[in-house]
């Protein structure tokens, strides 16, 4: 079975709001997308991701215990929740924020081509006429 990790293979693609995505018979814009992502990323999402990491040992300073869960997601998907760092070449902690990002991404293990296929005209039945006139008169 194939792994999910396609570092090698994937190159994302920008996106704009406006472009179109189409899964079988759905079809919508990347900003509808973007939108249902940010809802989804809500308190339903917080809350199951804060309990599944504090049963891995990994508790992110109580803000569920002092906030409610809405303002906990926000917090966590938005503003960010105060933290520190500690990094080789700091000479001492420092205080930096922490937020979760859901980023989407599109990509292709294609080359991207380099421009858009000039559309070809259709043959003019008049062609062959002009190509017996140009070699009768060279």
């Known amino acids: 079975m194939k792994g999910i990790d396609m570092t090698d293979e994937f190159k994302p693609i920008d996106l704009c709001d406006g472009d179109v995505l189409s899964f079988g018979d759905d079809t919508f814009k990347v900003e509808k997308l973007r939108q249902a992502l940010k ?3 809500g308190t339903n999402l917080a809350s199951q ?3 599944d990491l504090r049963n891995q040992g990994v508790n992110i300073k109580n803000i569920f215990q002092i906030l409610d869960n809405q ?3 926000l917090i966590l998907f938005g503003e960010g929740a105060d933290c520190e760092l500690l990094k080789p070449g ?3 902690w420092r205080k930096v ?3 979760i990002k859901v980023t989407l991404e599109v990509g292709t293990d294609a080359p991207e081509p380099s ?6 005209a259709p043959e003019s039945p008049l062609d062959d006429i ?3 006139i140009n070699e009768e008169n060279q």
């Open 49 to 51: 991701l804060y309990n």
């Open 97 to 99: 924020k922490f937020r």
């Open 71 to 73: 303002e906990s997601a």
């Open 90 to 92: 700091y000479p001492s």
């Open 39 to 41: 809802k989804a990323c």
């Open 115 to 120: 421009e858009p296929p000039e559309p070809s």
């Open 130 to 132: 002009r190509r017996m």
